[in-house]
């Protein structure tokens, strides 16, 4: 008994001392610095605000298709000079075909539209085909009307999909060189082009789609990326009110560096500039595509309603993550520029220039 209450107490002990990550550290300590020089208090970020970034359930997202009523039995029989065709209905209705994952249906539809069209050229030739040739080129028209709500739910009744636009439990790591997430961005772009392209070029075949999902579920990046937007963007909204504070306005009484703007620029020049500012830019380096390549997504068609607002949380609205934080970088620097101007101690100043000699 006294084993078992030692160990849950070593446990205790070192999950209190675990350690944040280099990226909460940095930003957490900017804070603190920038606090003490402002005597002013901050507010801690708070990780239940992750949750706004939460995917909805993915029966919200998953779009309910009406099956076309066609006697497969009939079809069959009728385009027996249509083995492709042929072999493509018998692979929809069997076991495994019914119960077809909608990202492998996304491929199949693709296969199924361009073997009813072979078929209707292979019977053009028949003057008794009319009646068929018609009944197919009506299906393969109302299966292309589809593709794009079949797209759509391959996206949302996956894992992968999921797995990409999620948020991770920690910021992206720190890093002097760029972070590179080709792969999963590349493949966020490419099924964006595909439902672009939708219905007039069908979908690829099913190793090319699955090439995609499998980049985006080997995606860290994505997910780390939402939390350090979010995590970021209440940093600079924290540290820029303490720069407007007018207890920053009051630094510099006579408009000539005090030795608390000294510390002050310390504090601009070791971890705004030294720290921060570098993790901004590769936050920036991976947020652009990111962001250019979900607002490609949010222009396919029939984009359900609540997929549609999900990714409005990420980009593109006012209040998204990404125009939050765009805003925030803006009014920061603003902000430095503001106090170390009135303190003569922007870059060339004379206050600049004297604390770098010393």
């Not at 300590?29 to 949750?51: C, F, I, M, P, W």
């Not at 949010?298 to 934080?325: D, F």
Request: charged share 20%; with cysteine.
């Amino acid at each position: 008994m006294r084993t078992s209450l030692t160990l849950i107490a070593l446990c205790l002990l070192f999950a209190g001392c675990e350690r944040s990550p280099p990226a909460v550290q940095q930003m957490d300590n900017y804070l603190e610095r920038l606090g003490r020089v402002l005597e002013q208090e901050h507010a801690q970020y708070d990780t239940a605000k992750l949750s706004e970034y939460r995917l909805p359930e993915r029966r919200e997202r998953v779009i309910a298709i009406e099956p076309l009523r066609i006697s497969l039995i009939e079809l069959l029989v009728d385009t027996r000079s249509c083995k492709a065709l042929q072999q493509r209905v018998s692979e929809r209705n069997s076991i495994l075909g019914k119960v077809m994952p909608w990202s492998h249906r996304l491929a199949f539809e693709g296969e199924l539209i361009r073997a009813i069209e072979d078929c209707v050229v292979v019977l053009s030739d028949d003057p008794d085909r009319e009646e068929l040739i018609a009944e197919l080129q009506q299906l393969a028209a109302q299966k292309r009307a589809q593709l794009s709500a079949v797209f759509w739910n391959a996206l949302n009744a996956s894992e992968e999909f999921e797995y990409y636009l999620r948020f991770a439990g920690e910021p992206l790591p720190v890093q002097e060189h760029a972070l590179e997430d080709r792969q999963g961005i590349v493949a966020l772009g490419e099924l964006a082009q595909i439902g672009m392209d939708l219905p007039d070029q069908l979908p690829p075949s099913q190793p090319e789609l699955e090439a995609h999902f499998q980049a985006l579920h080997l995606s860290e990046r994505s997910s780390q990326l939402i939390h350090s937007l979010s995590r970021m963007t209440h940093t600079l909204e924290q540290a820029t009110t303490m720069l407007d504070s007018p207890a920053a306005l009051r630094l510099c009484p006579m408009g000539q560096p005090t030795s608390r703007s000294r510390i002050l620029l310390n504090v601009f020049v070791l971890f705004y500039a030294g720290e921060i500012q570098p993790y901004m830019a590769q936050i920036q380096r991976l947020g652009q595509p990111w962001q250019e390549n979900i607002t490609h997504l949010q222009k396919v068609p029939a984009i359900p309603v609540a997929t549609a607002q999900y990714l409005g949380t990420l980009v593109g609205e006012n209040t998204a993550l990404w125009e939050r934080y765009q805003r925030q970088l803006t009014a920061h620097s603003e902000a430095w520029q503001e106090v170390l101007g009135a303190c003569q101690s922007r870059p060339g100043q004379s206050g600049w220039q004297s604390t770098a000699e010393g």
